[in-house]
């Protein structure tokens, strides 16, 4: 996407995640046309990128498609969180529905390392049912939004991490520590150890972000049960990095 290109073009990121932000700052950096970032609107107060933004739903892959061409989008970016399996279709649809180029930014998903004892499942639904065979007090890194998947089990302790509270239905033995990431290493040994837990469930988000509650684990010997992502809907082109996606050709 370079700037000898930029006259007419809009690019429409589909945001919420530390590489939409990066991206944004990088076309704006570059005077690379028209950016505008969109986000989702589930945080109370997110932390806006450069360019224009706009928050809320589009009312499925129509509605997107109608502001894509409203508003002269010209390529749009999928930089959602990997496990917005939703809105990634949306996104698929939208695109065909407008005869505009897709890319998805996807950051590569986390490996087990000598001395990980991963579990793996494909789902919220499959690690619940998973979660009481390998330990009774959980640090739940899955989201707040899923928390209601986990609310009939009555015999696990639960720590949840989140920016905001969550909603209920939630699991009845819940401590909730409200906190905006990234997290040190140092921060993650510390947690681990004075809520004395014994299982890490999260899903693969991959990044840099949050992989030091992995270190951290595998320091203390504590599982891991770790939720597949979803794949990125058939025929989507995917760059892995901010980089990559300045270099699209389209």
């Given at each position: 996407m370079s700037a000898e290109t930029a006259p007419g073009r809009h690019v429409l990121i589909l945001g919420g995640t530390t590489e939409a932000r990066r991206l944004a700052?990088?076309?704006?950096?570059t005077g690379a046309g028209r950016v505008t970032t969109s986000l989702a609107g589930r945080v109370s107060a997110p932390v806006l990128p450069p360019g224009e933004t706009r928050v809320g739903g589009f009312g499925g892959p129509a509605g997107l498609a109608e502001w894509i061409t409203a508003h002269g989008v010209t390529h749009l970016v999928d930089a959602t969180h990997p496990f917005a399996e939703r809105m990634s279709f949306n996104a698929a649809e939208a695109a065909a529905l407008s005869g505009i180029p897709l890319l998805a930014l996807r950051r590569p998903g986390w490996t087990p390392e000598p001395g990980d004892a991963w579990t793996f499942t494909d789902s919220l639904t499959g690690a619940a049912a998973l979660l009481p065979s390998l330990?009774?007090?959980?640090?739940?890194?899955?989201?707040?939004?899923?928390?209601h998947t986990f609310a009939h089990?009555?015999?696990?302790?639960?720590?949840?991490?989140?920016?905001?509270?969550?909603?209920?239905?939630?699991?009845?033995?819940?401590?909730?520590?409200?906190?905006?990431g990234p997290f040190t290493l140092d921060?993650?040994?510390?947690?681990?150890?004075?809520?004395?837990?014994?299982?890490?469930?999260?899903?693969?988000?991959?990044?840099?972000?949050?992989?030091?509650?992995?270190?951290?684990?595998?320091?203390?010997g504590i599982p891991v049960?770790?939720?597949?992502?979803?794949?990125?809907?058939e025929g989507v082109a995917v760059a892995e990095s901010v980089e990559a996606v300045l270099k699209w050709p389209a």
């Open positions: 700052a990088a076309l704006v950096d330990g009774s007090r959980a640090f739940l890194t899955t989201g707040r939004m899923g928390l089990l009555t015999r696990t302790w639960f720590l949840v991490r989140s920016v905001d509270p969550p909603d209920a239905p939630v699991p009845p033995r819940l401590e909730v520590v409200l906190a905006r921060d993650e040994r510390e947690l681990l150890a004075r809520h004395r837990i014994d299982v890490l469930v999260t899903k693969d988000s991959g990044g840099s972000a949050t992989a030091p509650k992995l270190t951290a684990a595998r320091e203390a049960l770790v939720v597949a992502r979803p794949p990125v809907p």
